[in-house]
C-alpha cells in the first residue's frame, strides 16, 4: 500500500482527507443468495478490506468505518456471538498486513462490551501499529452518536465542578476534545451502502458538513468502481460551509 495523491485516472484533483463508510447490507445481500446472514458479514469482512486497501492507494490519510452500533445488541444474540468471533478472527488475521502496510488502527466506541477476549485483541492491535502512519484506520465499535455526546457533555460538566472550566466559556474546541474522535479531522466524505438514506446515529456531531453519498450497493459488493464513483461526486461539489458560493471562491483565489 503505497501513499498517493493523484486519483484513477492520474488526475490532482481534491481528494476527501476523511472518508467515512456506514456499511450497510450484510444481511440482504446474504438472504438475496439463500444464506445465513453471518455469510453476508463474513463477505462484509473483504469489503472493508478493499476499502482500507483503496484509501490507501488513493492517499486518503483516514477511514472511519462503522462496524458495530451500540443499537445493534438488539440483533439475535447468536447474529451478535458470531459478529464477536468474527471480529477477533479479522483483527488476528489482518493485523499483520496492516502494520506492513503502515495503517494505524483506532478503536471508537465502548469495545469493553464484547468481552476480555476481544478487548485484548483490540488492546494489542492498537499498540502495535500505534506508530504508523501511512493511514488511520478507526473503528466504530459498540458507538453511538447520542451517547457520545451525553458522554461529552458529563465530563464538560465535571470540568465545571472542578472549576476548570465556566459553563460560558465551553466552546466547539472543548467539546471536540472529550469526542471519541479527538484528534481525528471531521469526515470530508461520508458514504453509506445499502440503499438507506439515514445517518443511524453515527458521528452526528463530526458530520455537520461532510459531503453525503449514498448508494444502493451493498456492502460486500463494495468495489473499487464504487469507490470512485463516490470520489467523483464529492469532487463535483462545491463545500460552502454554511458561506455562499461567491465567498468559497473569494477565500480560495478562484475567480
Known sequence: MTPATANKDGS????????????DGNGRWAKARGQARVQGHRR???AARRATTLC???GIPYLTL?????????????EVRFLTQLLALSLE???GRLHENGVRLNIIGDPASFGRNLAKT?????EKTSSNTNLTLTIALNYGARQELVTAARLLAESCVAKE???????????????NTRGLPDPDLLIRTGGEVRLSNFLLWQLAYTELVFTDVLWPDFDETIFWEAIAAYQGRQRRFGQIGEQV??????G
Open 12 to 23: 490532482q484533483e481534491d481528494l476527501p482527507r476523511h472518508l467515512a463508510i456506514i456499511m
Open 44 to 46: 462484509g469482512v473483504d
Open 56 to 58: 490507501g492507494e488513493a
Open 66 to 78: 462503522f462496524a458495530f452500533s451500540s443499537e445493534n445488541w438488539r440483533r439475535p444474540d447468536e
Open 93 to 95: 488475521k489482518e493485523l
Open 122 to 126: 483490540i488492546d494489542r492491535a492498537v
Open 165 to 179: 472550566l465556566t459553563p460560558e466559556a465551553i466552546s466547539e474546541a472543548d467539546l471536540e476534545r472529550v469526542l
Open 249 to 254: 471562491e473569494s477565500q480560495s483565489g478562484i
